[in-house]
């Protein structure tokens, strides 16, 4: 376990709250210790109310918030007596609690305090700190894992049972605390789902965090279950494509709205699908209750949707039978596949929800894999997870979230992507909510967004074998696809036909309209598979309806693409699949056009740029966002029943008119 703590760092930290920030995010910083909002701390602060009166303040980590990038405004303020009187009632419902904590705050604009905000109230420390560390639920979640915790701490912890967070799980921390607690106390580790240690100080509290975690990975290095080697896996499948598309959809089905499914073939993730034992091992449930929510109950193996969602609603069914009363939104769709030839595949309504269960199952494996090796793991029974699953509060927050983006879970593919029309096709489908995939071939489409929902490749559409490739990686990603938007193309300089070299039409040809083709045909199995159905948008042009002199190959690749799609339009119908284009003109913010170029157009024509630039019958400037806005509507329901139209983004053209 390493400890993260500098001294030199905290010295500039005066105030409490500060130093509770500054450990808090050492905690977040460390993987194993918390994952994505999991994990708690707290400090306890004297401060003067509105009256001039000394008041005891908790401040809680507020849900939302994740440990690692926290601020002060992260932390709700509470009344701290209040918060403690509410831990002697008898009882008091999840719904209440919530209430009661958001009511006895001091900043109203402050987050939602945890809801393990009472357990930190009736610790008597000024510095609280609670993890999921993974090696913990490793030694709890294994057999005789009570016997094996209370032999690694003796009496340097209080141990309870495991209960569902929330108010009853405070009351029984107090009860067993202040009869069990004793002078060599400095934590309390809660059974099947972490850890907490407590001290006068930021640091105190931080060290004995990294002294009692280690105590535990001690242990399992002891035991040899610590550096467990795995087989080497047999390799992954490779052109999966399809397949993955096939398994998408049927996801899709079964969660009722389009997913992203994200493919892991890292070799321990390998290993783990490809274990003989899988089946024992895998199918126990996630260590924690905060990985429940995110991971559902239990990994799904092999391909099999179906099957799985009848097997969850027979779980489901015995165990809700109130599911009606409670208004409980029925999820039969797993979280996770392991597959022996696909390797891991996670699951999500959004790319950042698939990404954020990979990383929290990676670190189920681990866990699984050591506790295995200690002699079993073992997880808590299904009606627990499922009371976790199925948690009144959760329920509350997913009736809240309101209306998902446009194109939540859906995945779009950009060609030429890293500039102009294409580069604002992405961000306008990135921003209704979108997975996108960016081709191009300039090489900063890599690393043109630092983003779950986005994916850069660099590709030259011209290679049948580039455009595989391309295909593979955006399926690994995120599943499947939706939507083709056709942007990449070049303009070649004027030059008339007299003078037009054979070598010069074919290099327009091969990449304003062989490659786009090519594209179409490889993508067409995946668009066919979309959950609601494929859609394409090809960027057209003006010189389609108007052509004009001295740009004939690229005027006939772009009819000629125009038509393609027309044809597309009337084979893909069938499928489900509707294809539009949009012709766009004089559209100059795409870096193509240099400020002295546009000079010089204006001048050829007696204009200023001004005028120039809104040449057109709407004396209207047509910008690349203008464009992208238009191909992202037509992928969406406003042009749900449409297909094979031909929009023009022009500010109205007298010629196209
Ligand atoms: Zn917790």
């Given at each position: 376990?390493?400890?993260?703590?500098?001294e030199?760092?905290?010295?500039?930290?005066?105030?409490?709250?500060?130093?509770?920030?500054?450990?808090?995010?050492?905690?977040?910083h460390?993987?194993?210790?918390?994952?994505?909002?999991?994990?708690?701390?707290?400090?306890?602060?004297?401060?003067?109310?509105?009256?001039?009166?000394?008041?005891?303040?908790?401040?809680?980590k507020?849900?939302?918030?994740?440990?690692?990038?926290?601020?002060?405004?992260?932390?709700?303020?509470?009344?701290?007596?209040?918060?403690?009187?509410?831990?002697?009632?008898?009882?008091?419902?999840?719904?209440?609690?919530?209430?009661?904590?958001?009511?006895?705050?001091?900043?109203?604009?402050?987050?939602?305090?945890?809801?393990e905000?009472?357990?930190?109230?009736?610790?008597?420390?000024?510095?609280?700190?609670?993890?999921?560390?993974?090696?913990?639920?490793?030694?709890?979640n294994?057999?005789?894992?009570?016997?094996?915790?209370?032999?690694?701490?003796?009496?340097?912890?209080?141990?309870?049972?495991?209960?569902?967070?929330?108010?009853?799980?405070?009351?029984?921390?107090?009860?067993?605390?202040?009869?069990?607690?004793?002078?060599?106390?400095?934590?309390?580790?809660?059974l099947?789902?972490?850890?907490?240690?407590?001290?006068?100080?930021?640091?105190?509290?931080?060290?004995?965090?990294?002294?009692l975690?280690?105590?535990?990975?001690?242990?399992?290095?002891?035991?040899?279950?610590?550096?467990?080697?795995?087989?080497?896996?047999?390799?992954?499948?490779?052109?999966?494509?399809?397949?993955?598309?096939?398994?998408?959809?049927?996801?899709?089905?079964?969660?009722?709205?389009?997913?992203?499914?994200?493919?892991?073939?890292?070799?321990?993730?390998?290993?783990?699908?490809?274990?003989?034992?899988?089946?024992?091992?895998?199918?126990?449930?996630?260590?924690?209750?905060?990985?429940?929510?995110r991971?559902?109950?239990?990994p799904?193996?092999?391909?099999?949707?179906h099957?799985?969602?009848?097997?969850?609603?027979?779980?489901?069914?015995?165990?809700?039978?109130?599911?009606?009363?409670?208004?409980?939104?029925?999820?039969?769709?797993?979280?996770?596949?392991?597959?022996?030839?696909?390797?891991?595949?996670?699951?999500?309504?959004?790319?950042?929800?698939a990404?954020?269960?990979?990383?929290?199952?990676?670190?189920?494996?681990?866990?699984?894999?050591?506790?295995?090796?200690?002699?079993g793991?073992?997880?808590?029974?299904?009606?627990?997870?499922?009371?976790?699953?199925?948690?009144?509060?959760?329920?509350?927050?997913?009736?809240?979230?309101?209306?998902?983006?446009?194109?939540?879970?859906?995945?779009?593919?950009v060609?030429?992507?890293a500039?102009?029309?294409?580069?604002?096709?992405?961000?306008?489908?990135?921003?209704?909510?979108?997975?996108?995939?960016?081709?191009?071939?300039?090489?900063?489409?890599?690393?043109?967004?630092?983003?779950?929902?986005?994916?850069?490749?660099?590709?030259?559409?011209?290679?049948?074998?580039?455009?595989?490739?391309?295909?593979?990686?955006?399926?690994?990603?995120?599943?499947?696809?939706?939507?083709?938007?056709?942007?990449?193309?070049?303009?070649?300089?004027?030059?008339?036909?007299?003078?037009?070299?054979?070598?010069?039409?074919?290099?327009?040809?091969?990449?304003?309209?062989?490659?786009?083709?090519?594209?179409?045909?490889?993508?067409?199995?995946?668009?066919?598979?979309?959950?609601?159905?494929?859609?394409?948008?090809?960027?057209?042009?003006?010189?389609?309806?108007?052509?004009?002199?001295?740009?004939?190959?690229?005027?006939?690749?772009?009819?000629?693409?125009?038509?393609?799609?027309?044809?597309?339009?009337?084979?893909?119908?069938?499928?489900?699949?509707?294809?539009?284009?949009?012709?766009?003109?004089?559209?100059?913010?795409?870096?193509?056009?240099?400020?002295?170029?546009?000079?010089?157009?204006?001048?050829?024509?007696?204009?200023?740029?001004?005028?120039?630039?809104?040449?057109?019958?709407?004396?209207?400037?047509?910008?690349?966002?203008?464009?992208?806005?238009?191909?992202?509507?037509?992928?969406?329901?406003?042009?749900?029943?449409?297909?094979?139209?031909?929009?023009?983004?022009?500010?109205?053209?007298?010629?196209?008119?």
């Amino acid at each position: 376990m390493n400890n993260l703590w500098s001294e030199e760092e905290f010295r500039q930290l005066t105030d409490e709250l500060s130093q509770r920030v500054y450990s808090s995010r050492l905690l977040g910083h460390d993987k194993s210790l918390v994952l994505h909002g999991g994990g708690n701390t707290s400090v306890k602060i004297i401060e003067k109310n509105a009256f001039g009166e000394d008041e005891e303040l908790l401040y809680v980590k507020g849900s939302g918030w994740d440990l690692e990038k926290i601020e002060e405004g992260g932390f709700s303020p509470l009344r701290l007596d209040y918060v403690r009187r509410l831990a002697q009632l008898p009882s008091l419902s999840d719904p209440q609690m919530v209430n009661e904590l958001v009511t006895h705050m001091t900043r109203a604009t402050a987050p939602a305090p945890s809801v393990e905000a009472i357990l930190h109230a009736i610790l008597p420390y000024k510095f609280v700190d609670h993890t999921h560390a993974d090696a913990v639920l490793t030694v709890s979640n294994s057999i005789d894992g009570e016997t094996r915790v209370r032999e690694i701490y003796g009496d340097r912890v209080v141990v309870i049972p495991y209960m569902m967070p929330g108010f009853d799980l405070a009351r029984l921390c107090a009860e067993r605390f202040s009869t069990e607690a004793g002078p060599n106390t400095i934590g309390m580790v809660l059974l099947n789902h972490g850890i907490f240690s407590f001290g006068a100080t930021a640091r105190e509290s931080y060290e004995r965090m990294i002294f009692l975690v280690g105590l535990a990975e001690d242990y399992l290095q002891r035991q040899g279950a610590w550096n467990v080697p795995n087989h080497a896996p047999r390799p992954a499948k490779a052109g999966t494509r399809v397949e993955l598309a096939q398994l998408r959809k049927n996801l899709s089905e079964t969660m009722g709205a389009p997913a992203v499914v994200a493919r892991h073939t890292g070799e321990r993730c390998l290993a783990f699908a490809q274990r003989e034992d899988l089946a024992a091992i895998s199918q126990q449930g996630p260590a924690t209750p905060d990985h429940v929510i995110r991971t559902k109950r239990l990994p799904m193996l092999g391909r099999d949707v179906h099957a799985y969602a009848a097997a969850y609603r027979r779980y489901f069914d015995e165990l809700e039978p109130m599911a009606k009363e409670r208004k409980i939104m029925l999820d039969p769709a797993p979280r996770i596949v392991l597959d022996p030839e696909l390797g891991m595949c996670t699951v999500g309504r959004t790319a950042k929800d698939a990404a954020i269960v990979a990383e929290i199952f990676n670190h189920t494996i681990d866990i699984i894999v050591r506790a295995t090796a200690l002699g079993g793991y073992r997880a808590l029974p299904a009606k627990d997870i499922f009371d976790v699953e199925y948690w009144d509060l959760e329920q509350a927050k997913l009736r809240k979230s309101g209306k998902p983006a446009m194109f939540a879970g859906e995945v779009a593919l950009v060609t030429g992507a890293a500039s102009g029309i294409g580069k604002a096709c992405v961000e306008a489908l990135l921003s209704r909510g979108a997975a996108v995939a960016g081709a191009d071939l300039n090489p900063n489409i890599e690393t043109l967004y630092n983003r779950p929902d986005f994916l850069g490749v660099q590709c030259d559409l011209t290679s049948g074998e580039a455009v595989g490739r391309l295909l593979e990686r955006t399926t690994d990603t995120f599943g499947g696809l939706d939507m083709l938007v056709l942007n990449a193309g070049i303009f070649p300089g004027g030059c008339r036909i007299d003078s037009l070299q054979a070598d010069e039409w074919q290099r327009v040809m091969r990449i304003n309209l062989d490659a786009n083709l090519v594209l179409m045909r490889e993508c067409h199995p995946l668009l066919k598979l979309a959950p609601r159905g494929g859609r394409v948008v090809v960027i057209g042009s003006k010189n389609v309806p108007a052509p004009g002199p001295g740009a004939a190959a690229y005027s006939v690749s772009k009819a000629a693409l125009n038509q393609l799609a027309r044809v597309a339009a009337l084979e893909w119908g069938g499928d489900g699949i509707r294809i539009n284009s949009l012709h766009p003109n004089a559209v100059f913010d795409t870096g193509i056009w240099t400020g002295e170029m546009l000079a010089s157009r204006a001048r050829h024509y007696g204009l200023t740029v001004e005028e120039y630039k809104k040449n057109n019958v709407l004396r209207t400037e047509v910008t690349s966002s203008d464009v992208a806005e238009l191909a992202a509507e037509m992928c969406g329901p406003l042009f749900a029943k449409t297909t094979a139209a031909q929009v023009p983004v022009d500010g109205g053209n007298d010629r196209v008119i």
